[in-house]
T-cell receptor
Framework: DTGVSQNPRHKITKRGQNVTFRCDPISEHNRLYWYRQTLGQGPEFLTYFQNEAQLEKSRLLSDRFSAERPKGSFSTLEIQRTEQGDSAMYLC???????????????FGQGTRLTVV | DAKTTQPPSMDCAEGRAANLPCNHSTISGNEYVYWYRQIHSQGPQYIIHGLKNNETNEMASLIITEDRKSSTLILPHATLRDTAVYYCIVRVPVRLINTDKLIFGTGTRLQVFP
């Protein structure tokens, strides 16, 4: 499978615990995005990377959230001291930017569903 | 921050055309219209995009009005597998700005029935 892979698919954690999600983008894609989606809403942008550089962070990304993409390949999203309001689907997407054509199709993974109890 | 307006839900009979409208009255001259869909429990999937001309691919057709203030996504022969939430998004081409994040609204939930 050469698509975007996210692990784990589901995570149940107790309030106050730390969790980490992993995203493996399509191998040649240099841009990687994290989104959060709650029930009945569209995905909300959290942050994105160009190679290993984190270039933009949404104000939704509180100081309990941290994302890394250390070698410009896979990325991790960590949530510290989880709260019940963190329960959501966390989606990762990747694109190939910097090509001559303006259109870049974003490929999404199937997401990690986090439930904080 | 979404700059589009879509009806919250629509129904369509299997085999008939599904026409999903989208209003984007504040669209600027260099913004494209993109459509994605999200089938239950999956990530969004790209469908089609356009600037001002009508576009067609193997999945759908996109009709953009002459003033570009609205568009319609057409699924010519809807199947049960087309049941999903459809998102209409406007965005600037990636090479003009540093970020090309997608700003999703709440989309249209299309239910295709037998």
């Amino acid at each position: 499978d050469t698509g975007v892979s996210q692990n784990p698919r589901h995570k149940i954690t107790k309030r106050g615990q730390n969790v980490t999600f992993r995203c493996d983008p399509i191998s040649e894609h240099n841009r990687l995005y994290w989104y959060r989606q709650t029930l009945g809403q569209g995905p909300e942008f959290l942050t994105y990377f160009q190679n290993e550089a984190q270039l933009e962070k949404s104000r939704l990304l509180s100081d309990r959230f941290s994302a890394e993409r250390p070698k410009g390949s896979f990325s991790t999203l960590e949530i510290q001291r989880t709260e019940q309001g963190d329960s959501a689907m966390y989606l990762c997407a990747s694109t190939l930017a910097g090509t001559p054509v303006p259109h870049t199709e974003a490929f999404f993974g199937q997401g990690t569903r986090l439930t904080v109890v | 921050d979404a700059k589009t307006t879509q009806p919250p839900s629509m129904d369509c009979a299997e085999g008939r055309a599904a026409n999903l409208p989208c209003n984007h009255s504040t669209i600027s001259g260099n913004e494209y219209v993109y459509w994605y869909r999200q089938i239950h429990s999956q990530g969004p999937q790209y469908i089609i995009h356009g600037l001002k001309n009508n576009e067609t691919n193997e999945m759908a057709s996109l009709i953009i009005t002459e003033d570009r203030k609205s568009s319609t996504l057409i699924l010519p022969h809807a199947t049960l597998r087309d049941t999903a939430v459809y998102y209409c998004i406007v965005r600037v081409p990636v090479r003009l700005i540093n970020t090309d994040k997608l700003i999703f609204g709440t989309g249209t939930r299309l239910q295709v029935f037998p």
